[in-house]
């Protein structure tokens, strides 16, 4: 049997279940909680794209993607530097390991290439706990940049 996942908007009916995911204890320190994001994502309106992740109608983990930052991180005299990606994701403690990661950060991709956009930015923690080998896994290759005390890496779209 085939799990069925899907993306939903964060709304006053499923806020609380969106709050509720917390990734595991030893995670905690490489992505920020849900109720961060959520803060940021009205901060930054439509440039933020909060969503909840379901898995067979249960929810098991929230994605922000970003659309159209100015990511000027090496080079600030060469102008504004425009990039869409994933901003956080968060898998729910008992639900990592089982696709929901890639089916997130394939939803995002798709968006992107809805919109346009040919390369997928995000950025990750070095160190212990960090979801490097999950982005390495998917593709994502490592710019050379650090966004604060975070390693950037891109993943090319194919069209």
């Known amino acids: 049997m085939t799990a069925e996942r899907s993306l ?3 709304t006053p009916e499923n806020i609380d279940e969106a709050l509720g995911v917390e990734v595991r204890a030893d995670q905690s320190h490489v992505v920020s909680p849900v109720v961060k994001s959520l ?4 901060a930054f309106g439509p440039r933020a794209w909060p969503r909840l992740i379901r898995c067979d109608g249960q929810a098991v983990g929230f994605l922000m993607a970003f659309f159209d930052f100015d990511f000027t991180v090496a080079r600030p005299a060469a102008g504004p530097d425009l990039r869409s990606g994933l901003w956080r994701l968060n898998i729910a403690a008992g639900h990592q390991g089982h696709g929901h990661g890639r089916f997130a950060v394939d939803a995002v991709a798709a968006e992107l290439r ?3 956009t040919t390369r997928l930015t995000t950025t990750w923690h070095v160190g212990h706990g960090s979801p490097e080998p999950f982005y390495l896994g998917l593709g994502f290759r490592p710019t050379g940049e650090m966004s604060g005390d975070e390693r950037v890496g891109e993943l090319e779209l194919q069209v």
């Open 114 to 116: 809805r919109r346009g």
């Open 8 to 10: 939903e908007v964060i």
């Open 39 to 42: 803060a940021e994502a009205h």
